[in-house]
């Protein structure tokens, strides 16, 4: 099991028109992406891998001999990894409106010659599996051996299978969630109110001003990472650590909790676009693929033919475990295949993210088997969904 | 039951210096605080009501005939309510820093003359519960029967039972904790961070300018408003109903919760001090008595010699009711007096601010009792702990 090596980005550019379930349309768009392993002969072992708030197409390897450049899902995609390049051909692609590379809200409005800023179009879910499965067609992947995702991630795998049916045989939802609850929707606000209301926000033209509303991503960020880890984690990790073992009786830093939250605020100020994570939350809020149904999500899974890999994690409070186990009803009501792991992890919803074995191992063991219907590097007669 | 009709604060001047946890020490304060009720003739009847983070001494009772000035409280304080003003006299008293008429940043500090903005000393549950010593001896109550609160009221309460045993007879500690988890204060800090970035706090000096920092108190209300109430009655009383029936595509209101919370945020910041918000969640975050005892609960309440009402509330996730059961064992491990009700109910922290008839019959009935203590107007001998 070792790393895919040293990986390079790639980027498809769009100039039809890719209408929005908005109304709006986006125009002259480019898609960054990066693939490893190799696509067999009849292209049956393509996964799409989709990437979650602040990820990117950069699923795994690194960049150069650094190894703070490494994909952010290294641990799950590579040669002998649960997702096995050795086997699967893997794409990573950046979401349209994230700030990594694919087009979004610092790049230039082909209409207006000026950046997009607040005017960049609010992308869905959806839009996003749409604005994929062009890039699936450029590629020449008719159908997906597996679209996988965690958390946002998955909620594109899960739309995959709504809006494409026949496009992907598996569907792996890791830590997601078929929508957002209110109390998901009212954090998500908050961090979108401090941005909106830092006076270098300037209604999303900040790059016109030479600046970035820090304060409010920062806020965002240390709102964010708390509902990303569990309390327990949080206790077990920090508790009440004081950072020079006595109280400072003022408003800088006291436990060790501010200092690494702060922390992690800072960093992804100095990275993150302000945009982009106005929009990647809109998103993550209107995404609710039974609303179309009545909310009958049975009746909205109706149509998918994939077999499903769920997973979630006890301690995730953001998407807990009941959301995951709505989708398992709702699919094993329209009979569907569906394998369901629930991991009884410490680490709240960045379990996804982390090296569990029992967690690793199920996905492993997923996709060896899925495997077994690509035979010789041809799908089998009859392995199609 | 009727409502305690219209009240009137008072406010004692103390011009002895106050020495604070922190080594600093405050003078020349006020406190302002309101009474209900008759003090009977051994003053044995007295019941103190502490406030928790956006409250203060208003209890019961209203300012006029406008029902919104009623106290926050109102519910449980009253002639004939669960802490019955027919046979108690009710103190609440404004903490210190507090921004509703007791000594806070907004006021002069004698030794500059000019307000004190961010130089208002750091203040404790234990300082509070200090200064409140000294107002209870100036009204000449050697001993409370009751001292009460919820969530950071409830803190005071237990302090008061640690710091003066023989001042208080009964101890009743609502939705509290013994001290915060790191979840706790890393939200607090969120809020805080919000406050002090808003280019407008200057510092704390924001009085000066002319200007208030309206959108980090905004930011810190909408956050601290979520962990107030439950995920599931957030999802009862909002879900995802949309404010005009569809998605909006921009960055307004789409959802009631957003419209909700930021009808608190806005209100909120007309009238709450910035510089007190900060003060009072350090106290809160500074809470916990355990400290000095190596984190052993049981060890620091030895000293008390109340009896206790704890109370907590099953969806309360900011202090939830395992909080109280660390409280209770400990209680039981030193052979106190304990009564324990944890209520079934859906609303989350705020669930101890709410009409919940199971909840006031425990504490009607609990404070019936302990004024069986009380016979005709003088305490019983052996009455007191």
Request: aromatic share 12%; net charge negative.
């Amino acid at each position: 099991m070792t790393s895919i090596g040293i990986v390079a980005p790639q980027s498809m550019f769009f100039a039809k028109p890719l209408p929005l379930q908005s109304g709006a349309e986006i125009t002259d768009y480019t898609l960054v992406y990066e693939t490893y392993g190799t696509l067999n002969a009849d292209r049956s072992n393509a996964v799409l891998v989709c990437h979650a708030l602040n990820a990117s197409h950069h699923v795994a390897g690194t960049y150069s001999e650094d190894a703070g450049t490494t994909g952010w899902w290294d641990n799950m995609v590579g040669p002998g990894k649960p997702l096995d390049t050795n086997k699967y051909f893997v794409i990573g692609v950046n979401n349209l409106g994230s700030c990594f590379g694919s087009t979004g809200p610092m790049h230039i409005n082909p209409a207006t010659g000026k950046q997009y800023g607040a005017h960049f179009p609010v992308v869905t879910v959806e839009d996003w599996v749409q604005s994929q499965a062009r890039l699936a067609d450029e590629l020449g992947i008719k159908q997906f051996a597996a679209v996988m995702g965690g958390s946002l991630g998955g909620m594109q795998a899960l739309a995959w299978s709504i809006l494409f049916p026949e496009r992907l045989r598996h569907c792996v939802v890791i830590a997601s969630t078929p929508k957002l609850t209110a109390q998901n929707i009212a954090f998500d606000d908050v961090a979108r109110q401090a941005i909106l209301t830092d006076p270098d926000y300037h209604g999303g033209d900040f790059y016109a001003h030479g600046v970035v509303p820090k304060n409010g991503l920062r806020v965002a960020r240390m709102l964010g990472h708390i509902t990303y880890l569990s309390d327990d984690d949080m206790a077990a990790k920090f508790g009440r650590d004081l950072r020079s073992g006595s109280y400072q009786f003022g408003f800088g830093i006291d436990f060790e909790i501010e200092s690494y939250l702060r922390y992690q605020g800072d960093k992804f100020s100095t990275y993150f676009d302000a945009n982009t994570y106005l929009l990647i939350t809109k998103a993550l809020d209107y995404f609710d693929p039974a609303k179309d149904f009545g909310g009958d999500l049975t009746k909205t899974l109706e149509r998918t033919r994939a077999k499903f890999l769920l997973v979630s994690f006890t301690t995730d409070w953001r998407f807990s475990p009941e959301r995951s186990h709505e989708m398992v009803q709702a699919l094993v009501n329209n009979n569907r295949t569906v394998t369901y792991a629930e991991i009884d992890a410490p680490h709240g919803h960045d379990a996804f993210l982390l090296d569990d074995q029992r967690y690793m191992n199920v996905v492993r063991s997923y996709f060896a088997r899925a495997y077994e219907e690509i035979d010789g590097g041809s799908l089998k007669a009859g392995a199609s969904a």
